[in-house]
T-cell receptor, first 113, second 116 residues
Framework: NAGVTQTPKFRVLKTGQSMTLLCAQD?????MYWYRQDPGMGLRLIHY???????AKGEVPDGYNVSRLKKQNFLLGLESAAPSQTSVYFC????????????FGDGTRLSIL | AQSVTQPDIHITVSEGASLELRCNYS??????LFWYVQSPGQGLQLLLK??????LVQGIKGFEAEFKRSQSSFNLRKPSVHWSDAAEYFC??????????????FGQGTILTVHP
């Protein structure tokens, strides 16, 4: 059972380039989340989804777009990468309902030059 | 707005010593509280969670945490630290209500170093 899988694990981009990070979960979870982790700031929520075809903004959504066309996949897009988006990105998922923790992927380390 | 504060950025302990990591939260409704651990280059692993009931909760790897509503705290403890516990620890708070959609607010993290 793979759990939450993020691809790629590492990527270096130039300013202005675009890319998409993929998150896939095989646990049939309804809710999915994208976070960014920066030193001394913990994890901050970028966008989240409560079901297939739905997305919503989190705490730091600017410069990012997301899509949830299939229940198992949650894509995070950077249309025009900026150095301020250099970070480690984590995806998480959890089932609908109370008393459920989030399950995390291993992260994508993204550097924008 | 909800928030989590972990006052200690970095803690160093000797192997075999006891450990307490502090977490203070602010949340306007019934909170759900979590502790996660992150080893270098890895994702976050759930240590323990508190939803309701007994305020002392047991987790994996010998960790426990105590919820104190009057102090808005959820401190993590371990009686005897092992070298393998060296990692970064995150406290998080989320809502119990349906419209919270399980969203979490994380603290800044505490890096634990263990000396042999």
């Amino acid at each position: 059972n793979a759990g939450v899988t993020q691809t790629p694990k590492f990527r270096v981009l130039k300013t202005g380039q675009s890319m998409t990070l993929l998150c896939a979960q095989d646990m049939n979870h309804e809710y999915m989340y994208w976070y960014r982790q920066d030193p001394g700031m913990g994890l901050r929520l970028i966008h989240y989804s409560v079901g297939e075809g739905t997305t919503a903004k989190g705490e730091v959504p600017d410069g990012y777009n997301v899509s949830r066309l299939k229940k198992q996949n949650f894509l995070l897009g950077l249309e025009s990468a900026a150095p301020s988006q250099t970070s480690v990105y984590f995806c998480a998922s959890r089932p609908r309902g109370l008393n459920q923790p989030q399950h995390f992927g291993d992260g994508t380390r993204l550097s924008i030059l | 707005a909800q928030s989590v504060t972990q006052p200690d950025i970095h803690i160093t302990v000797s192997e075999g010593a006891s450990l307490e990591l502090r977490c203070n939260y602010s949340y306007g409704a019934t909170p759900y509280l979590f502790w996660y651990v992150q080893s270098p280059g890895q994702g976050l692993q759930l240590l323990l969670k508190y939803f309701s009931g007994d305020t002392l909760v047991q987790g994996i790897k010998g960790f426990e945490a105590e919820f104190k509503r009057s102090q808005s705290s959820f401190n993590l403890r371990k009686p005897s630290v092992h070298w393998s516990d060296a990692a970064e620890y995150f406290c998080a708070v989320g809502g119990a209500g349906g419209t919270s959609y399980g969203k979490l607010t994380f603290g800044q993290g505490t890096i634990l170093t263990v000396h042999p």
